[in-house]
DNA sequence: ATCGTCATCCAAATCGTTTCGGATATCTAT
DNA sequence: ATAGATATCCGAAACGATTTGGATGACGAT
């Protein structure tokens, strides 16, 4: 069914060797015999076998990306948005993308010795680093090219190429833009503790508040699960036990969206009553009523550095830099404002 | 430096073929034996090269999509959710999903060519159907298996695999829906002229008017691209032209909520003074500025049955139904309203 | 006439699996 | 003792490409 080399050397009288380097453009094949061989590859419709290229070349111009099953549906606007800036950014330096879904845990680990073990990939895009990340671990130990969206926590060493937002330096800007409009009781709700980012963002809650003097209540803290859903529960559950709280600082946009859903519920005015921030910019971020103050992750930029990373390594180029800490950029809309009423504290 | 079947025939003493056959489970190889063998592919991490695999089952276990280029940036929204969901649903039945990102036109059926005569995927997912359409035409003349969300122009027959929301009844809903809230004035913004559907909902939206005994008129009715910065065009245009109009339908969320930027920005309050209408449902729908009054469709289940479809297709099975048609169900939020004021027409 | 150079071509091995068609040895029934 | 069954194993040929290491013949220089 499928035309073959074997075809078009039976067709053109050539051997199989003459015909490839006919097509690969070898210098050792008469100019002649190429283009009669072109000719032929071209009415017969040629086209080469990709996996049998890649089987001998040991080589598959394919980047690997595994996300989460949507059933831990965590974040699916930050991943999907990931996905696409990454099979953009791939396909314009010559990479397919294979993309596999998994849920976290041994499906997760299997799929990744499966792809990576099963030659299917030079190299693969991690993203949501977790504490002590079993799937860094094992590229690590395969000595696989790989990039990842995120550093290790910050009590690990981050000994692999990767590219991050300064989260904390973002936090605290949140913070510190809340402490200036007059906020003094300022929740905080984190991502997951098994997160590698979430200490990250933990300090730059802390320092936030320090840069205005603002005592750290440990009871102001809650760690969320990055849905909408969380989002709610845990702003309900603060705004419950401190009915006093004028701010909310959420870990990404999707709880944030969901503290401002609590809020309305229970008749607050975001942006007036109550004044909430986000992380990652997600498009709904923009849209929301009232439109979400938050921390801008550039998609577009991750998704392209990323995979600049991962192709000079798996070329083996003397890479140029290999981790790349992109600052934060807070995106004022209004979902926060002054604070209104009421004696300090 | 990969562990192959060579490495533990070697290892065992016995033929490669046995391995082949002890690990593939088959029972003509003694129990015992099958044990060892098992044994010595755990310890030594045996883990079979899936190219090799592929290349001489011709078959690969994987699902190709294409999707465009972010620089024509034609609803990456819509395409990211999609994208997501294939995977999560491809994964669930065994395939993996191949992604590259490739601009309309010579390119993607470049890509097409590539990936699907290279043998890299068992079948493919087409979106986005345009009228005439190329890729179509291409997959039926390789007899590929392929499915497709969306069908074919009302004008062309669609002798293929695809699911599709009925968006005709869609958008005659939307405009009945206006027309019971006294809108008789009602624009159109729809998409380009070449996509596949554009008919289905130009005729929704004649036929809603049909029903309300309201004229068509050409002038009412405007082409866009599906994004934000055409609805806000359109809308602009719309109002420009025709003040008296209180309604607008948008073929997409995009483009709906370019023309809410639109309207805001001329003073109008949307849901009061103009009524807009969107078409997909994204998350920023919900969390528009007004919340937007729109046609859900529900990705999660497209995505699963086009995978199931694909896969019916691809084992040859007596395939169930390769053709769905799903109704589409009117959400309505508040960026619809009463009519006010003014005298009719 | 002989040698070296150059241009052009190709056989065979390789990448790692799977499978077809036996081969061999053991055992059962006669 | 022999034929036929049965259990267990394996060699070799695919799948379709690339590359190594020549082979061949024509040609000019000596």
Known sequence: MQITLKDIARESGYSVTTVSRALAGYDDVNENTRRHIATI??????????LARQ?????????????????DDVGSEFFSQLLLSLSSAASRVGYDLLVSAQSAGEPEMAA??????????????LARTRKHDERIAFLKSLNHPFAVNGRAAPDEVSDFAYIDVDSQAGIRAAVEHLTGLGHR??????????????????????????????PYRDEFVRYGDLMQSGGYMHANALLDQ??????????????????????????LRVGYDLSI?????????????????TIHQPMHEIGKLLVKILDSLIRGESTEQTQILL???????????????????
Chains 1, 2 share one sequence.
């Open 327 to 345: 600052s934060s950029t807070l995106v004022i809309r209004a979902s926060t404002g002054r604070r209104k009423g009421g004696a300090d504290d």
């Open 242 to 267: 401190h009915p006093q709280m004028t701010a909310i600082v959420a870990c990404n946009d999707l709880m944030a969206l969901g503290a401002m859903s609590a809020a309305q519920a229970r008749g």
């Open 41 to 50: 590859a071209e009415t017969l419709g040629y086209q080469p076998n990709l």
């Open 112 to 125: 990744y010795r499966r792809i990576v073990g099963g030659n299917r990939v030079d190299g693969m895009i």
């Open 185 to 214: 009781q300022i929740g905080l709700i984190l991502p997951p503790p098994e997160m590698a980012f979430t200490e990250f963002r933990h300090n730059g809650y802390c320092e936030g508040l320090a840069a205005a003097d603002l």
């Open 55 to 71: 089987l001998r070349n040991q080589r598959t111009q394919t980047i690997g990306l595994i996300t989460p099953a949507p059933d």
């Open 277 to 293: 921030t986000g992380f990652d910019d997600i498009p709904a971020a923009e849209y929301a009523h009232p439109p979400l103050t």
